[in-house]
DNA sequence: TGAGTGGTTGTGACCGTTGACATCGCTTGG
DNA sequence: CCAAGCGATGTCAACGGTCACAACCACTCA
């Protein structure tokens, strides 16, 4: 329990004011120098940065956001950062933000609506320049603030529904249709679903919908389905695998659709362990297109989510508005997932 | 490209001064009902809560921040969010952060002491109560800005070195030892190493060193290592323990260390794909700990890193710190990591 | 020589909220 | 009956910058 630090017993924080005395120009021209702004002598800039640096003068946002009215965060909310699709699509974000002055800060909602709502508030209390969103379900509130809050506001992921502003995302309903396409075409017939329990996991439930209404469209309909929440989804996969497969044994299911890619793998590797043939005597498909399929002995049948490209194009939307300041909006991207066939989706007749 | 919101045209942003004509109370009042200070009768509370709901008013807190020199943001500074590691020390900040006024706001800088500087600069400019940030290793910039900073500081993951001001880690070097004492006293010999290129992962390399300390001492030494950088993990795993396997071919190794665990699954997956006995031909070890492991075939021995631990007690110091106002600091936490053995480090001797 | 010019620097108001303190209207007790 | 006491509310000056504009400084050019 020692003091911490060594040098300067920095009592009072540093103001501009410091700066300014220290070197001998007014607060506004070392204001100028520290954001390069306007015209100032080569000679003033020099020794204004130098005393900064000296001083270890860190400027203050704060203050400087409220003088301004200009805030360079961007609010990005999502439900989550610990399945791998949310981290990518941060990855397309900042890759975009990093050309330009903008910062993300993330906020987390779990999957919980009233979260969603508490944090988006606390966000907008930082009058950021902009809403990065994921889904297009919120609360009612949460909806009348962003809708009041007169910032860009991209709503991601999702295309199937009302946007506030903008959106960019892919048709959770059509990438459903499409793997069912897929599926039906390869000559499957006794599918199996496995999934979150999607309450709340609405992208989910609408794949589930168009998926089912494919089968519908050829007489097929879900054989068994099986529900999970929480914990290691890998080990999840397996063990959900396992139940539904055990559970029809009589008449056995030929295919196995995942709700995500990593209970998909978990499916994939119990079917190897024991045994079974894929795709075989059964084939597996999952839903993102995680870079983490690559490693897999055999790889997944998947369809392709577009996280960075969604990523991107979200932040390219608020970066052009925050420019050209322009409150056109209203802009909706529906980007097309692409289905990767991989070696687990390919039976009878040749697909697509 | 229409036009966004529907109902309310949101000129200018609203203020408390909005809030207060329309409930007839001064702007102070208005402030204490919203920040539930001070006494207001109950009456006007409702009164103003009413016409703050209605207008749909959202505080401003960057101008609450500059009057009180009070902001509840806490930094956090890590490498990356898409290796499993730092999201758990997030969930962990988190969950204590959730308890308090505090609210973490993130910056990756990917593994490079130039972009954490920059972050740094950024994180610090608003102000925040206070900054955890990944490892002890930092530019001497850096260091100099957070020990001029005046809040408390926790550096995480690392006890193996001078923290600036508070440390929450583990000894990766003693991590290194521990496993390779444990590889010896399974009686394993011919001993290969897989890792990240280390210049920068300076945890990575710790654990090096120690291991390599340890093997030293009982007269041994590292037979081959292999060594990557980017890319899934997992496949990489898989390609460099091919790799490294194929290169000793003459002389077997009988054990394989691999940096993180993911590319130590993608290793196991390569030796169970191709009937190479594990750990009876050769045995393996990960490090981390992810749960991830629990859905593989066999389970990796890994070595713990209590990362959520290692988030809590970060938070903990500076919720504390914010709370008691105090500025004690210098507290240094040093978590033990467990070694699990898992089904992949058993051979002659029993182990531990 | 004096007005015009353009680049540099300073001045004072203001951004929206909070802290400290003043004020107001009432109840209370000696 | 009045001072004290108290809860509820208002006033005003910060907080640390930035903005718009004024002022100043050579110089140039007629």
């Not at 055990?246 to 978990?266: H, Q, T």
């Not at 577009?306 to 990523?311: D, K, N, S, V």
Request: charge should be negative; aromatic fraction near 4%.
């Amino acid at each position: 329990m020692s003091q911490g630090s060594g040098n300067t017993p920095p009592k009072r924080p540093l103001t501009l004011r410091d700066v300014s005395e220290a070197s001998g120009v007014s607060e506004m021209t070392v204001s100028r120098v520290l954001r390069n702004r306007g015209d100032v002598s080569e000679a003033t800039r020099a020794k204004v940065l130098e005393a900064a640096r000296e001083l270890g003068y860190v400027p203050n946002k704060i203050a400087g956001a409220l003088a301004s009215s200009r805030v360079n965060l961007v609010a990005v909310i999502i439900p989550s950062m610990s399945n791998m699709v949310f981290p990518e699509v941060m990855t397309g974000i900042n890759d975009v933000l990093e050309g330009t002055e903008l910062q993300a800060v993330v906020g987390i909602t779990n999957y919980k609506p009233e979260r969603e709502e508490t944090v988006l508030y606390q966000m907008l209390s930082w009058r950021p320049s902009g809403v990065i969103i994921a889904g297009l379900e919120h609360t009612e509130a949460a909806k009348a603030m962003m809708g009041a809050a007169g910032i860009p506001i991209v709503e991601i992921m999702d295309t199937d529904g009302e946007a506030i502003d903008s959106a960019v995302g892919i048709s959770h309903r059509r990438a459903g249709r499409k793997m069912a396409q897929a599926i039906i075409d390869a000559g499957y017939k006794r599918i199996g679903f496995l999934g979150t329990k999607m309450p709340l996991d609405h992208r989910a439930r609408k794949r589930f919908e168009g998926f089912t209404e494919v089968l519908a469209k050829s007489g097929l309909e879900i054989t068994d389905s099986e529900f999970y929440s929480g914990g290691s989804a890998l080990k999840k996969g397996r063990e959900m695998t396992e139940a539904i497969l055990k559970r029809n044994v009589d008449e056995p299911l030929d295919f196995l659709y995942y709700s995500n890619d990593m209970i998909g793998a978990g499916g994939l590797m119990y079917c190897l362990d024991n045994g079974i043939d894929v795709p075989g005597d059964i084939g597996l498909a999952g839903f993102n297109g995680i870079e983490f399929l690559d490693g897999l002995p055999r790889k997944l049948a998947t369809m392709d989510a577009c996280r960075l490209e969604i990523g991107r194009a979200a932040a390219e939307i608020i970066a052009k508005r925050v420019e050209s300041d322009g409150h056109a909006g209203g802009e909706i991207i529906t980007l097309e997932p692409s289905l990767e066939i991989g070696d687990t989706l390919k039976r009878k007749k040749k697909p697509l």
